[in-house]
């Protein structure tokens, strides 16, 4: 899967893993591939259903967001290297070997079952 995410285009998707305990868990996903659409993120929203995937991305910044946020930073493979919850106005340090950045609201990463080591996939996405 080297190379992840080179066909993806703004729009949605679904996000697919296996949670902590075995079972899959299926999501809505916006993939947002574009310099304007990674820009905006979650900017002015206040809710968000599933989650957003910037793509390519190694850091991000919560300034100007009205919720918190869980993170989960992805490598090329699209293996999940770090996840961290950061409340609004924060800088994220660079993560050196991500490549995608998972935003969703807080704490649902954790009810979800997603994991340190675990590997997302996209589906259905555009291209």
């Known amino acids: 899967m080297a190379g992840a995410g080179s066909g993806w285009r703004d729009g949605h998707a679904h996000l697919t893993f296996d949670s902590d305990t075995g079972l899959p868990v299926r999501l809505p996903l916006e ?22 995937l910037l793509t390519p991305a190694n850091s991000i910044h919560t300034f100007g967001m009205r919720i918190p946020i869980d993170v989960a930073y992805l490598d090329r493979h699209l293996r999940v290297l770090s996840l961290h919850t950061m409340p609004p106005n924060r ?32 589906e259905g996405s555009p291209t």
């Open 31 to 52: 993939i947002a591939r574009s310099y304007r659409a990674r820009r905006k993120g979650l900017l002015r929203r206040t809710s968000l259903t599933g989650a957003l």
């Open 91 to 122: 800088l994220g340090l660079p993560r050196l070997r991500a490549r995608h950045v998972l935003e969703a609201e807080a704490g649902v990463m954790h009810s979800w079952g997603l994991r340190v080591g675990g590997v997302v996939r996209v």
